[in-house]
């Protein structure tokens, strides 16, 4: 625990030296609610709509594009650290590689939960009614969900060490999520293949329990349906992310 502490600690204090990393996760999501956000008005209305608002049913898929974005691409900050040598020093050091795996993914998770909040805090700004007690149990996803990315991410970047191979891979996988989730409009204004295709999709079940949660529907069967699905894929993920970093610190 000592060593992921100082592990994470450092990689804060270098986020904070570098706030680039800090905000550009959150950069495009801010664009859609600022440009995309008012086109949904002119729709919110139409029968079918599975919101009374526009913002009401935009904000909490921003949250998940936010981690799909941010925690999807940590594994180009693990890459600098390949090519810098970084990793290759600390094989010389006693530190445990469990807790270096676990040192990144705390650093991760405490970025998207900064994150997570000034995306709220902006889209309060836009309207937004929000259930305290379903936006604490969000953010509680939104680290689980962002674990399962981080860890996928830092693993393609440990197998694959070269920036264009790992960027060619993130957005290939990211956009189709991305879209099937529901995000951007109703899976249900779309065709009944894709309707079919969005149930494959474990962010379409992240998206469903975000607006929940912000809604207050804490009854919701899509809220234990997104924990269970995310607490399996961010177990699998991260045992994979730690053999890698093992193999790779040996």
């Known amino acids: 625990m000592r060593d992921a502490y100082l592990i994470a600690k450092n990689e804060l204090l270098v986020t904070v030296r570098n706030p680039y990393w800090l905000f550009h996760g959150i950069v495009q999501p801010i664009i859609y609610l600022v440009l995309f956000a008012p ?3 002119g729709v ?3 029968p079918g709509f ?6 009401q049913f935009f ?3 921003l949250l998940i594009m936010n981690v799909l ?4 691409f940590e594994g180009f900050t693990l890459q600098d650290k390949v090519e810098s040598g970084f990793l290759e020093r600390l094989r010389v050091t006693p530190i445990s590689r469990l807790a270096l795996a676990w040192g990144f993914i705390l650093q991760s998770s405490a970025t998207l939960i900064f994150q997570s909040l000034i995306l709220i805090a902006c889209s309060l700004l836009f309207g937004l009614r929000l259930d305290v007690l379903g936006a604490a149990i969000l953010l509680l996803l939104i680290v689980l969900i962002g674990v399962m990315m981080a860890s996928v991410s830092f693993t393609l970047a440990l197998m694959t060490r070269e920036g264009g191979i790992l960027a060619g891979i993130t957005n290939t996988f990211i956009l189709p999520l991305l879209i099937l989730s529901g995000v951007m409009l109703p899976i249900g204004f779309g065709p009944p293949v894709i309707q079919t295709i969005s149930h494959l999709d474990p962010f379409f079940y992240a998206v469903n329990a975000a607006r929940a949660l912000v809604n207050g529907l804490l009854t919701s069967v899509s809220i234990p349906e997104a924990f269970a699905v995310f607490a399996v894929l961010s177990a699998i ?14």
């Open 44 to 46: 919110s209305h139409v």
């Open 69 to 72: 974005f941010s925690a999807g």
């Open 50 to 55: 599975p919101a009374k608002n526009a913002i």
């Open 237 to 250: 993920t991260l045992a994979l992310f730690i053999r890698s970093m093992r193999e790779a610190v040996a």
């Open 59 to 61: 904000a909490p898929g």
């Open 39 to 41: 086109l949904l008005n």
